[in-house]
């Protein structure tokens, strides 16, 4: 090809990134991105009313349906059954995160993103952050609902925050997982599909509206050590203040070290699946 | 900027996207990549914008090395691709900002190029509407806005008109007539000749991974003609027995295809009043003429003797999209089985 003569030899000037660490760049990015998911989100009115009526179904349903027939030994049933709702939303929420990436996956916009001079952990991070603060709302609405209908938190308000915080980082960990379920799935229903039985037992087979107590002794096996009981377990005794506070924080360290072993094997996994998928 | 790119996609049936294609572009030149579905021209953008890793083969953006540097790839170019890569839950105005924001620009900046493309790509009045409720032509004019948001001096137009109508075709084209005046290199893939003659200096033809073609439009369609002159006769016996009328007017040998004649020639019209009168006096009887611009059909015809691969009219169809290699590259083979 003789035309390849006429190309300069000498490469041609980049334009030099603004000042700035790569670290800055990367949380910019990220922020940018999560910015879009999240605009993106209210853009959709059905889908905010939708996500915003299921928490408050599952807090009314449980309280007043099955709640007289379920008997939590030392506690009112809606002070047990707050914070199963809480990790039981943030669960089926973390879904959106394998959804959207799904989404964006096969509309080409991470092709865009792809060649695009941003920092390569944005795309993910501002996906699991966007969902993060979904979370967050959801727990709101949850808190409100529960309010109305005679939950009272009985810890002290850092206790209480640091309880919620708890369910947020496990939500975060959930949605690294789903970050490489939405890259592998061959479209966004495909996501959903696929991520619904994956949650199924660990949600319901679990602490969360039940003590495990009157569940069969081999399931008991399961459900004990499970991280959703362990994490509804440990919030639920920083909100209302377990029996007593050596026994309590057990149960934190152990739902703290479930998310933080989730996120340490799947963060990486999610970013080498995103760099692979193509 | 590509030299041997070969490309592979693992699978049941391995796909050789790239077998060995270079190509260079010029610095200020619109480079024409013109190939059927399935030719690999989107697999050469994607390697070309670092979005996929050649398998072998070095491909390089004014200088810089898309393996090695992709990091200083990314800041030089800009991507329109064949899906029209926006969100379509967010305003036009704030595609093209993010995309700002995320080429490093201040919010500011950001801000205000995002109005100036807008201007520019004549989308003022619909940079707060959300992209649903946009055209399929101002989607890509859209698309197009957000690849040049960095005033990037190399610019990737994956198909930018395949699937729109005419008149959308006609002002994408103008468009992107406005941007190479002002100096950027474009590197162009097309299915249509048409386009390729409108857009570039050089038009390089593929097809299965291979370069089969290259040289300017002049020289190209100096081995085509311009014209396609199109026969019907009543039966093919006519046809067959036609062809002998036909053949003095042309220097390349008519085609026969079924009932039809088709003649390729430089003035269209003069042959075509010379064919019916010839055809008048030696008592064929026609049942239609159409005159129209060879298509990439008749260039592979001529360049290959073998038609163009399926979906060669230009619609990504039904049966051409799931085979083409790059555009079903990206869920290749991995199911949700997958999934821990």
């Not at chain 2, 490309?7 to 049936?13: D, L, M, N, S």
């Not at chain 2, 014209?227 to 026969?256: E, G, K, N, Y």
């Not at chain 2, 129209?292 to 051409?320: C, I, K, N, W, Y």
Request: proline content about 6%; cysteine-free; charged content about 15%.
């Amino acid at each position: 090809m003789t035309a390849a003569g006429a190309l300069a030899p000498e490469p041609a000037e980049v334009p030099q990134a603004v000042e700035g660490g790569r670290l800055r760049w990367a949380v910019s990015d990220a922020l940018v991105v999560a910015g879009r998911n999240l605009l993106r989100f209210v853009r959709i009115p059905d889908a905010i009313f939708f996500s915003a009526i299921q928490p408050v179904m599952l807090v009314l349903l449980f309280r007043y349906v099955f709640g007289g027939a379920i008997d939590v030994p030392g506690m009112s049933y809606v002070n047990y059954l707050v914070a199963g709702v809480y990790v039981q939303t943030v669960m089926f929420g973390s879904m959106a995160t394998a959804v959207g990436l799904a989404e964006d996956l096969h509309t080409g916009l991470l092709e865009r993103y792809r060649a695009l001079p941003m920092a390569r952990s944005a795309v993910l991070a501002g996906r699991t952050i966007a969902d993060l603060v979904r979370s967050a709302v959801a727990m709101m609405i949850i808190t409100v609902t529960g309010y109305a209908v005679g939950f009272r938190v009985e810890a002290s308000v850092g206790s209480f925050v640091a309880g919620v915080l708890l369910v947020l980082l496990f939500a975060h960990a959930l949605s690294w997982i789903f970050a490489i379920v939405g890259l592998s799935a061959s479209n966004s229903e495909a996501a959903q599909l696929a991520a619904f039985p994956v949650l199924f037992p660990f949600a319901f087979a679990s602490s969360a509206f039940v003590p495990v107590t009157t569940m069969p002794g081999w399931l008991q096996a399961f459900t004990v050590h499970q991280p959703v009981s362990q994490v509804v377990d440990a919030a639920r005794q920083l909100m209302l203040g377990g029996p007593s506070p050596l026994w309590s924080m057990a149960d934190v360290w152990q739902a703290l070290a479930w998310s933080g072993g989730l996120l340490v094997v799947f963060v990486p996994l999610a970013i080498r699946r995103y760099r692979r998928v193509s | 900027m590509a030299d041997g790119l070969v490309k592979v996609f693992p699978g049941r049936r391995q796909v050789r996207a790239l077998d060995g294609v270079s190509f260079a572009v010029p610095r200020g030149t619109v480079l024409g990549l013109l190939g059927p579905n399935g030719a690999g021209k989107t697999t050469a953008v994607r390697i070309l914008s670092t979005i996929l890793a050649a398998d072998a083969g070095t491909a390089s953006v004014l200088g810089h090395d898309v393996a090695a540097e992709a990091g200083a790839v990314r800041r030089l170019i800009g991507l329109a691709g064949q899906y029209a890569a926006v969100d379509e839950n967010l305003t036009g105005r704030e595609n093209l900002r993010m995309v700002g924001r995320l080429t490093h620009m201040t919010r500011r900046q950001a801000t205000v190029r995002a109005g100036e493309l807008l201007v520019q790509f004549g989308l003022s009045d619909a940079g707060g509407r959300t992209l649903k409720t946009y055209s399929g032509g101002m989607r890509r004019r859209l698309d197009l806005a957000a690849a040049l948001v960095a005033r990037p001096p190399v610019l990737f137009l994956d198909e930018p008109t395949t699937g729109l109508d005419p008149q959308s075709r006609q002002d994408l084209w103008q468009v992107i007539h406005t941007l190479v005046g002002a100096g950027t290199t474009v590197l162009l893939t097309t299915q249509y000749l048409e386009e390729a003659d409108r857009l570039a200096d050089r038009i390089v033809v593929v097809d299965h991974g291979q370069v089969i073609a290259a040289g300017t439009p002049a020289e190209l369609k100096a081995g085509l003609g311009t014209s396609v002159v199109s026969v019907t006769f009543a039966d093919t016996a006519t046809a067959v027995t036609a062809v002998a009328v036909l053949a003095p007017l042309t220097p390349r040998p008519p085609a026969v295809k079924g009932v039809i004649v088709e003649l390729t020639v430089d003035r269209g019209p003069v042959t075509a009043t010379a064919a019916l009168r010839a055809l008048d006096q030696a008592g064929h009887e026609v049942i239609g003429l159409t005159l129209r611009e060879p298509s990439l059909d008749d260039v592979f015809l001529s360049l290959t003797g073998h038609r163009a691969g399926r979906a060669a009219t230009g619609q990504p169809g039904p049966d051409g999209a799931p085979a083409t290699p790059a555009a079903s590259a990206a869920p290749a083979g991995r199911g949700p089985g997958e999934i821990p």
